[in-house]
């Protein structure tokens, strides 16, 4: 690693510090979506951190992008997780999207002054994202859309929403990715969610009636857009892979100090042999999980041909591991790691989700595991 | 306007900071090594000026060598050059001598004002920027909690226990601030990626003219070196119902009420 990517680090690691982690529980307990802050996050870079620099995009690489999605979630795994679906939609838009779109929608999003969706699981369709429904019907130069997106982070709040739509066949080669900006008639939105985690960010449907956006709005041409939605969602896998890792090592730290601290029998935890394992395997575990999102996130810079099943194994891993290591600290918290106060319980509650987002983890394990049979065929 | 902003790396304040036992010099192995904050604070009040303003912001530094990456924190965030003298002659150089040093960069440097913070975490002197002064031969305003830069002249506040002082002075000069002045700016991204390629001078003591081993100028010799003594329990008061008294006894006893 070089010094230039050490100091990266420290600014989000500094950033996470004073803006994110003061804030988690109150932002947890008050269900607010802290919009002024990822403005913030913006000035600072992480509003498109492997966008092109040309539309205001950090530029960087997956590798730093995964190193400060841990730091974030240090802070609020929460708002890290909504900053890596903010950058997946900034990153489709900068690559497949022609110069007019880039220019006109990722300025906004790279400086988080513009919030973005993504909009592809709907109430009948979720692991089996082929069989959406949504449809986006052709009329002269523009697309109406209608239809139900489900689960959709930021909604309500975003100001530029990537719909994935049917402009064709059933199946994957029938869906088109529509960009809908906030405010186009026919645009509304669910109840907010109520959620066991991620209270800090809003979670509604999205539903889109009679929604008519020029057909200029779509990225890429008519049928690539479950391809796009896929691609988007490789970074976005590792990416809350190492939302969940950064939140695991916060639990761990925490986790450490209280047993020093704590005193049973007349000794401190820390004296149980028992406890020394577990937290050995707290260690192995997120530094086994650490190693294989940055050689997804490798693969990924490099463009590898093996880079779906690097990134679904990395996410499957990560954010089983990280569960665990959660959940283990709040073990070894006893009756106080599940108090609000000590902070472990939510990063449990918030963790959880992270196992079924972005593809469940029995989707990643079908990726992995397809490509090891037609492999071997 | 040329605007010199000093800084310093410091041991963490957040870490435990020990002194080596063997050389009486802090111990930079025992705690993660940052920029002051105090400097980051002066740094910001230069930043701000040179935001609205037509001013070239440098930051300078004494400091081994490999205070580099620190002291580049400081281009991160928006100045434009950096000088460091990095000497292994001035390695535990005492206030005299690193008011020497800096004051010969400075005035090799070229400058209209130079802002410092109050103090340092680490070494605590509060008098290097009335040295600096001295030797700059420059008016010196000390300890400002507000700071207004003007083209040819810079003035402020200090608070003391009697009252609030209004003070200015024609440029050249130096001032120090407080920790009443902002925070400073996060560096991002850009300003990280931008701060490799901006200037960033490395000077010995005999570049800016300094004889670290000079023996006709006035030095300060450390004799005795001791480890902090371990904090001891301190006072129990257990209540029997008169636990009020007790401590307002304590307090008065040692002098804290």
């Known amino acids: 690693m070089t010094e230039e990517h050490d100091a990266l680090i420290d600014a989000v690691r500094e950033f996470a510090a004073a803006e994110l982690a003061p804030n988690a529980e109150r932002w947890d307990a008050d269900h607010h979506f802290p919009v002024d802050t990822l403005r913030r996050a913006g000035l600072l870079g992480l509003g498109g951190i492997y966008v092109r620099e040309d539309v205001g995009g950090s530029g960087l690489s997956r590798l730093d992008a995964v190193a400060m999605f841990e730091e974030l979630a240090k802070g609020d795994t929460t708002i890290a997780a909504y900053i890596s679906i903010h950058n997946m939609v900034a ?3 900068d690559t497949f999207g022609d110069d007019e779109q880039r220019r006109r929608w990722v300025p906004g999003l790279a ?4 919030l973005g969706s993504y ?15 949504t449809s986006a019907r052709r009329d002269g130069d523009d697309y109406v859309i209608n239809g139900v997106k489900q689960f959709v982070s930021g909604a309500g709040a975003s100001a530029v929403y990537i719909v994935m739509a049917r402009t064709g066949e059933p199946g994957a080669r029938g869906i088109s990715a529509i960009v809908v900006p906030d405010g186009t008639p026919g645009l509304g939105f669910g109840r907010n969610e109520e959620k066991m985690g991620w209270h800090a960010q809003p979670t509604r449907q999205v539903i889109l009636d009679d929604v008519r956006v020029p057909v200029a709005n779509r990225l890429g041409a008519e049928g690539d857009g479950f391809g796009i939605a896929m691609r988007g969602l490789n970074g976005g896998r590792i990416n809350i892979g190492a939302c969940s890792v950064g939140g695991a090592q916060w639990t761990l730290d925490r986790a450490i100090r209280y047993v020093h601290e704590r005193e049973t029998f007349g000794a401190p935890l820390a004296s149980n042999q028992s406890v020394v394992f577990t937290l050995a395997d707290m260690e192995t575990e997120l530094q086994a999980a650490r190693a294989l999102l940055q050689r997804a996130a490798n693969k990924l810079d490099e463009g590898a041909s093996d880079v779906v099943a690097a990134c679904a194994m990395a996410k499957r891993y990560a954010t089983d591991a990280a569960f665990g290591v959660a959940n283990s600290a709040l073990q070894l918290h006893g009756g106080y790691g599940y108090l609000r106060e000590y902070g472990i319980e939510r990063v449990v509650r918030d963790l959880r989700v992270h196992q079924i987002l972005e593809g469940t983890n029995e989707i990643m394990r079908l990726i992995v595991g397809r490509n090891l049979v037609h492999g071997a065929r | 306007m040329k605007i010199i902003v000093l800084v310093k790396e410091v041991p963490d304040t957040y870490g435990e900071r020990k002194l080596d036992l063997e050389t009486g010099l802090a111990d930079r192995a025992a705690s993660e090594a940052v920029l002051d904050e105090i400097g980051e604070r002066a740094l910001e009040v230069a930043l701000s000026y040179a935001d609205a303003n037509e001013a070239e912001v440098v930051v300078m530094s004494m400091a081994p060598e490999r205070a580099a990456t620190t002291i580049r924190k400081g281009l991160a965030m928006g100045a434009a050059s950096a000088v460091q003298v990095a000497d292994p002659g001035l390695a535990g150089a005492d206030l005299g001598l690193t008011a020497r040093t800096l004051a010969a960069a400075i005035r090799t440097a070229g400058f209209d004002l130079v802002v410092t913070g109050n103090l340092s975490t680490d070494g605590s002197g509060g008098v290097l920027p009335a040295m600096l002064a001295e030797l700059l031969e420059v008016p010196n305003l000390t300890a400002l909690s507000s700071v207004e830069i003007a083209a040819d002249s810079v003035s402020g506040t200090r608070d003391t226990d009697d009252g609030t002082m209004r003070l200015s002075a024609k440029l050249p000069a130096v001032i120090s601030i407080t920790e009443a002045l902002p925070d400073a700016r996060f560096p991002n991204f850009k300003g990280i990626m931008a701060a ?16 670290p081993q000079d023996l006709t100028a006035a030095a300060s010799i450390m004799t005795a070196i001791a480890e902090k003594p371990p904090r001891s329990a301190g006072v129990k008061i257990t209540d029997e119902g008169d636990a009020g008294v007790k401590i307002a006894e304590f307090l008065i006893e040692n002098r804290l009420a």
């Open chain 2, 196 to 211: 490799k390629k901006k200037p960033f001078e490395t000077l010995s003591a005999a570049d800016v003219g300094i004889d």
């Open chain 1, 111 to 114: 400086a988080m002054t513009d």
């Open chain 1, 91 to 93: 990153w489709m838009i």
């Open chain 1, 119 to 133: 909009c592809l699981t709907e109430p009948g369709a979720g692991s089996d994202a082929t069989a959406i429904t």
